[in-house]
Structures are given as structure tokens and as C-alpha cells.
């Protein structure tokens, strides 16, 4: 990993006017390296439609109806953003639902491209949709089945989207393979103190960069995201701090973050997460099948995807 600058940019999106979100972005992102000097950008969750796939007039979207809209990958649901990113030299990650194999499957999806304008690496497909979006549940996404680290020339990034920070086990996976920075593009509608300690929870878990950029405005459902997008160091420090309206963060990252305990200390760092694990005792219990002590109000079906 080199010395970067990485911003974030948070913007209220038009319900399934992806000609529209995608110009925004684009104008966004000029932004972002005009005035930040950013060489990363990451953007909110579904940025082509917003989350939620309603249509003006409050008319629900059907899962064909959302593959009609979008794109495959690469395709027009990326061109322009592969353009920009070429032309101003900045490396993006893109989010954004995905057309999959049959008009039946819909992937949310997340995507680095790099300062050249091309995708790098796997596409991330979000491996655990909210209830609410799972197919299974009555939604329309489709569960990914993989995680991703992309290398770039500023670092090793691993990609998840909102609902993937509520899961300590996919961050760790990404950082044993050799994440230094992972991203959350997110649509969160959770309180603010759940947003902020998962993100900050996650940075120091792992001792890696945690760069969460979530959506602001109102949704095609009618709810209102309250942005706040944040960028962590491997200590859990707080790096930037966006408020509840259209704005871009940004903050210079460190190749070495973790020499001392916290910024302003000269207390040595002695220790790191991923090396101290006492992995043999829960070695036989990490990957069983089960539920929390505690009934939630509804459970929604989830068929899951194992994979070994």
C-alpha cells in the first residue's frame, strides 16, 4: 500500500433514473479530484437507482423489470463512469445493481475501476441482501456467493456493501486475504450509533482502512437515509465525517497506521487482531449453522449458499 488520498461521495439519488444518478456521479467524481486531490472514490450503494427499486408513482419494480433497467457488467450501467474515471486518472468503486445470467436474477453488486477506466478484478455481489431484499424473502437480489480483494496500485481493497459490515467473519476473511482497506458502500437505514461502532468496530477488528460511504435523501419508499459516511483507520480512529446532506469526504491514508495505539500517542502498538486469534477455539464452532439466543419480530427465509 502507498500514501492515498481516498474521498467519499454522498448525494441524494433519483429513484431508477439511471441516466440521471450515473450523470450526478459523474459530476461528483470531477469534484472529488478537483478539490480533494482524491485517487480513490467510493460511492453509496445501488448509486445507479437507489436501493429501493420503486418507480415514480410509487409502482414497485419487478425483478425483470429491474434487469430491463440496468445493464450487464461492463456495460451502459458502467460505461460512463469507466470513461470518467480514465480521463481524470482515478481509481472508483462503483455500485450498482447487475443484470445476472436470466431475467430472473439480480445481483447488487460493487466493482473497482481503475485510473484507466477498467474493472479490475472480480465483481463483489453482496453476499448477504437485508431481508427485505433477499429473493427468498420477497425482494429481488439474488445472494452473491464470494469475497473479493482487488489489487490496485494504492492498496489491496476488499469490497462489501452495508448490510456485510453487520458481519465480523467476511471483513476478517477479506483482511486474511490481504485487505488493506475495504470498502462499504451502503443504504442504511439503522440508527446512527449502530453505523458508527460496526464501522469502527470492523477498522479495529481487522486493522485495516474502513471507507463507509452511505446514501442520503429520501428513498423510492419514501425513507430517508441519513449519510453520515465515515473513513476509519486501523486503530478505529475517525479519519472524516460526512453530515446528513450531498457532500464529499476525504482523508489522506497512511501506509503505516499502526505503530502506536492512537493518533496523538507515542505508545507503541504491541499487538495486532489477525496474528493474536486463538483460532483453535472456536475452530469447530465458526461455521456451524444457527440463531442467536433471541427471537427477533419475523424471520424472513434466507436459502443460503454454502460454499467450501
Not at 505508545?267 to 475452530?283: L, T
Request: glycine share 8%; hydrophobic share 40%.
Amino acid at each position: 500500500m502507498k500514501a492515498f488520498t481516498a474521498a467519499g461521495c454522498q448525494f441524494t439519488i433519483t429513484p431508477m433514473d439511471v441516466e440521471r444518478n450515473i450523470e450526478k456521479a459523474v459530476h461528483f467524481l470531477e469534484r472529488a479530484v478537483r478539490d480533494h486531490d482524491a485517487e480513490l472514490v467510493v460511492f453509496p450503494e445501488t448509486i445507479t437507482t437507489g436501493f429501493t427499486p420503486i418507480w415514480k408513482g410509487s409502482q414497485e419494480a419487478t425483478i425483470e423489470s429491474i434487469w430491463e433497467t440496468v445493464s450487464d457488467v461492463p456495460g451502459p450501467i458502467t460505461a460512463p463512469m469507466q470513461e470518467a474515471a480514465s480521463r481524470l486518472g482515478v481509481h472508483v468503486i462503483w455500485p450498482t445493481y447487475r443484470r445476472g445470467p436470466s431475467k430472473d436474477i439480480i445481483y447488487n453488486s460493487c466493482m473497482v475501476i481503475d485510473d484507466k477506466g477498467e474493472i479490475l478484478g472480480d465483481i463483489y455481489d453482496k453476499t448477504h441482501p437485508f431481508p427485505t431484499e433477499r429473493k427468498e424473502g420477497g425482494g429481488w437480489a439474488t445472494a452473491g456467493s464470494k469475497a473479493v480483494v482487488v489489487e490496485t496500485n494504492l492498496a489491496k481493497i476488499g469490497l462489501t456493501i452495508c448490510y456485510d459490515g453487520d458481519f465480523p467473519d467476511l471483513a476478517t476473511v477479506e483482511t486474511l486475504m490481504g485487505a488493506e482497506v475495504i470498502v462499504r458502500p451502503s443504504a442504511l437505514l439503522r440508527t446512527y450509533d449502530i453505523w458508527q461502532f460496526v464501522n469502527q468496530a470492523r477498522a479495529y477488528d481487522n486493522h485495516v482502512y474502513y471507507l463507509a460511504v452511505n446514501s442520503v435523501g429520501v428513498d423510492g419508499s419514501g425513507n430517508s437515509f441519513f449519510g453520515s459516511s465515515m473513513f476509519v483507520d486501523p486503530t478505529g480512529w475517525k479519519l472524516a465525517q460526512a453530515r446528513g446532506n450531498d457532500e464529499i469526504i476525504s482523508a489522506k491514508l497512511n501506509p503505516d497506521p499502526i505503530r502506536f495505539i492512537s493518533h496523538g500517542s507515542k505508545s507503541p502498538m504491541i499487538f495486532d487482531h489477525i496474528e493474536d486469534r486463538n483460532v483453535g477455539v472456536y475452530r469447530d464452532w465458526i461455521l456451524k449453522e444457527g440463531t442467536c439466543a433471541f427471537e427477533p419480530a419475523k424471520r424472513i427465509p434466507y436459502k443460503k449458499q454454502i460454499h467450501r
